[in-house]
């Protein structure tokens, strides 16, 4: 299922887990090569990118491990739902990535797929991996947030 997201946007996936697993220190929006009926596939909201990462090959910015489900009515058109893709972005922005994932620890993740102005668009980030306290930490922060807000709506 299709979801809006911000003004204009069509939110088709998330990973809702990078924000727990990650600490993001830095966002940017690629465009995504795409052939045949992937598009339609994702239109009907058939992609999970909550396993997939970036890396960067040839100087080039290439996304693994996203599966877009084979579209129903799409026969032989049909690729492999687990293909790596191309993100299509400029040199300048793949030298800084580049720059940054070079440091040990520091990866590219994608952070959700959508369609932006009929154009498939995947938002990467720059991401760093949680310890298990930081994790905690995290969680407790938010509960006693959730608590605060409980206390004060009354």
Same mark, same amino acid.
């Given at each position: 299922?299709?979801?809006?997201g911000?003004?204009?946007?069509?939110?088709?996936? +998330?990973?809702?887990?990078?924000?727990?697993?990650f600490?993001?220190?830095? +966002?940017?929006?690629?465009?995504? &090569?795409?052939?045949?009926?992937?598009?339609?596939?994702?239109?009907?909201? =058939? !992609?999970?990118?909550?396993? @997939?990462?970036? *890396?960067? %090959?040839?100087?080039? &910015?290439?996304?693994?491990?996203? *599966?877009? @489900?084979?579209?129903?009515?799409? @026969?032989?058109?049909?690729?492999?739902?687990?293909?790596?893709?191309?993100?299509?972005? *400029? =040199?300048?922005?793949? !030298?800084?990535?580049?720059?940054? +994932?070079?440091?040990?620890?520091? +990866?590219?993740?994608?952070? =959700?797929?959508?369609?932006?102005?009929?154009?498939?668009?995947?938002?990467i980030?720059?991401?760093?991996?949680k310890?298990?306290?930081?994790?905690? *930490?995290?969680?407790?922060?938010?509960?006693?947030?959730?608590?605060?807000?409980?206390?004060?709506? %009354?």
């Amino acid at each position: 299922m299709v979801e809006s997201g911000e003004a204009g946007e069509k939110l088709v996936a +998330t990973n809702r887990k990078a924000r727990h697993e990650f600490f993001i220190l830095d +966002t940017l929006e690629a465009g995504i &090569v795409l052939k045949g009926t992937e598009v339609k596939s994702l239109r009907e909201g =058939k !992609a999970n990118v909550s396993e @997939s990462y970036a *890396h960067i %090959r040839n100087d080039e &910015v290439w996304l693994a491990g996203m *599966h877009i @489900s084979p579209y129903k009515q799409g @026969s032989f058109a049909n690729v492999d739902p687990l293909r790596e893709r191309k993100l299509l972005l *400029h =040199k300048r922005e793949i !030298a800084k990535l580049a720059a940054k +994932t070079l440091q040990k620890g520091f +990866t590219l993740i994608p952070l =959700k797929l959508y369609f932006k102005k009929n154009v498939a668009k995947v938002q990467i980030g720059v991401a760093q991996g949680k310890k298990a306290h930081d994790q905690r *930490h995290d969680i407790a922060r938010r509960e006693s947030e959730r608590e605060i807000r409980r206390k004060y709506a %009354r």
